[in-house]
Nanobody, 115 residues
Framework: QVHLVESGGGSVQPGESLTLSCKASGFKFGWYIMMWHRETVWKQREQVAEITSLGGTAYADSVKGRFTISRDIDKSTMYLQMNDLKPEDTGVYYC?????????WGQGTQVTVSS
């Protein structure tokens, strides 16, 4: 079955960087759209970035220019490079895959940005 496992979260200071990883299994990685979402104290779960099966990417306005989504098909892993982190980026980050019209979620990884 589809299984998504996030890692790479942690506590950093404003302006620092983190890279999140999402290891996928149970489906043909690269064939389906995948996203990063986050839950913050200010907003319910919101989509941060997506990468399509063709490799196209899109970002929320709040992270555009600071975050980069990518994937390594050989490793079945999706990444979220987060630069210039701000306190408002604090939250739980989830990866999501839409496989055959069904949503699958990872368990989430905590990112805390605080001075």
């Amino acid at each position: 079955q589809v299984h998504l496992v996030e890692s790479g979260g942690g506590s950093v200071q404003p302006g620092e960087s983190l890279t999140l990883s999402c290891k996928a299994s149970g489906f043909k990685f690269g064939w389906y759209i995948m996203m990063w979402h986050r839950e913050t104290v200010w907003k319910q779960r919101e989509q941060v970035a997506e990468i399509t099966s063709l490799g196209g990417t899109a970002y929320a306005d709040s992270v555009k220019g600071r975050f980069t989504i990518s994937r390594d098909i050989d490793k079945s892993t999706m990444y979220l490079q987060m630069n210039d982190l701000k306190p408002e980026d604090t939250g739980v980050y989830y990866c999501k895959a839409v496989v055959d019209l069904r949503d699958y979620w990872g368990q989430g990884t905590q990112v805390t940005v605080s001075s």
